[in-house]
């Protein structure tokens, strides 16, 4: 009767483990995952923003004795204007950009050798 006993519950065991390890496999397949799809032309704008970015970040004097200063912080283009509180900027074609909330346009003219040759600040009401 001893030897019975072991061997069913050797028996049991065994059966519990191969029904755990086809568990997984089972869970694995019928597992979905919520996946965030990023599309190629969005990463695109965005490399070639920050690149557009670069070429033009830094301390302008306006004409108008204003300083407008163009940094990035936290991963976002920020353009401020002295006197005024910073605003988001984001590319909206070649050497333009435009803030987030709508108020103003920056685009930036370009010498021959690539630097900064003219800013016109366009602001709307």
Do not use: C
Not at 26 to 39: C, F, M, P, S, W
Not at 43 to 52: M, Q
């Amino acid at each position: 009767m001893k030897r019975l006993l072991i061997i069913a519950t050797i028996g049991i065991a065994a059966l519990g483990a191969s029904s755990a390890m086809a568990a997984p496999a089972g869970i694995a397949a019928g597992n979905t995952l919520d996946v965030q799809e990023v599309r190629d032309s969005y990463v695109h704008k965005h490399n070639a923003a920050r690149e557009a970015f670069k070429m033009v970040q830094g301390t302008y004097a306006m004409d108008d004795g204003t300083t407008l200063w163009l940094y990035q912080r936290a991963g976002r283009f920020v353009a401020e204007l002295s006197g005024q509180s910073p605003v988001e900027v984001i590319a909206s074609r070649a050497g333009s950009f435009v803030a987030v909330n709508g108020v103003a346009e920056l685009k930036f003219r370009q010498n021959a050798g690539g630097q900064v040759a003219e800013v016109v600040l366009t602001k709307s009401s």
